[in-house]
């Protein structure tokens, strides 16, 4: 028995089939928004060099956790684990995903309040608030779809 996951209608996968697809995605929206985010801070704008700051610090990161959830999908895949063994890690994945939504919301949080800080009239720290606010908000998405298609009452024998 394996755990499997099934979402927009693709077949069921494993447990480390999906982190390594959440991984691949992740590290797709990485690339993204590091060449976004070096064409705008080459740029002249003060706006888009604060938000293209962000987006390639982001993505940077998104980058390493993306390239460490690959390599652990490939690590935990060769273990031989138990159905309960391998629940408990579908739950743990499910756990990190919705606490990082709950950290998403707080970074959208963040970026607002540098927008709208008051007397802050720099467009560097508009656009830093923006690039926050726009990495955020993706990464809420992401991770709130990637957490509701963790089921444990799909397996396969």
Known sequence: M??????????????????RLLSVRLLRWSLLSVLVGVLFVIGKDIFWRGFGLQATVWGIVD???????????????????????????ARK????LWINAGL???????????????????LFWSG??????????????????HAHQINGEHVEI
Request: hydrophobic share 55%; charged share 15%; aromatic share 16%.
């Open 104 to 122: 998403d919301i707080l970074y959208i949080a963040g970026g607002m309040a540098l927008i709208l800080k008051p007397g802050a009239d720099s």
């Open 63 to 89: 980058g390493v956790i993306a390239t460490f959830g690959w390599r652990s999908a490939g690590r935990k895949e060769a273990e031989l684990m138990t159905w309960e063994q391998v629940g408990a890690e």
């Open 2 to 19: 394996f755990f499997a996951a099934r979402f927009l209608g693709e077949p069921m996968m494993t447990l480390w089939q999906f982190l």
């Open 128 to 145: 830093t608030g923006w690039g926050i606010v726009v990495q955020g908000a993706f990464l809420l998405f992401f991770d709130t779809f």
């Open 93 to 96: 994945l499910r756990r990190i």
